[in-house]
Structures are given as C-alpha cells and as structure tokens.
C-alpha cells in the first residue's frame, strides 16, 4: 500500500529572485523522501509540487508558511491529491 500524497502548493509574495526554489529543494532534500520541483511562475509566484509521505509534506508546507523563507511570503495556497510519480528527486525549473 502506497500512502504518498501529492501536495501542489502556490506561494505569492516577493518569492522570485531571491533563491526560493533552492531552497525549497533544500528543504525538501533535508525532509527527505520527497520528489517533485520548485518553479517560477509568470504572475510572480512559485508553484511547489511535491510527493511523498504525508507527514514530511506537510512539513515541506509548514516551512513554506514560516518565517524560514528567503523573500517575503504573503500566501500560500495548496491542493491535495493522490501520488502520481515520474519524478526523480527534488529539481529546480
């Protein structure tokens, strides 16, 4: 039985410019057991898509809400799906 989840989160604020894919990639490589990628999106924001177990998720979104993050984060909005797979580590796009 396969409990990973699909967490896609949506991050606005002064977040581009400012090495948060890095770090969120970081984050997600200390976490540990999460694939999926950090990417800048047109309109400003960095769209997070990342999948494994539920609770290190959870912990990937907690520290994007927290104040450990480079930039300035003034929201955050995610969705929760089943895992669906074909990523291999943590990239940066």
């Known amino acids: 039985m396969n409990d990973d ?7 606005r604020g002064s977040v581009q410019g400012v090495g948060f894919r890095w770090f ?4 997600a490589l200390e ?9 800048n999106l047109p309109d400003g924001r960095v769209q997070v898509v990342a999948e494994g177990p539920r609770p290190r ?4 979104l907690d520290w994007l809400r927290g104040d ?3 930039g300035r984060v003034d ?10 797979g074909g990523y291999d580590g943590f990239a940066i796009r």
């Open 5 to 11: 989840v699909r967490l896609v989160a949506w991050v």
């Open 24 to 27: 969120t990639r970081a984050k």
């Open 31 to 39: 976490l540990g057991g999460l694939s999926g990628f950090a990417l």
């Open 57 to 60: 998720c959870e912990g990937l």
């Open 68 to 70: 450990d993050t480079p």
């Open 75 to 84: 929201g955050v909005t995610e969705i929760w799906d089943t895992s669906r």
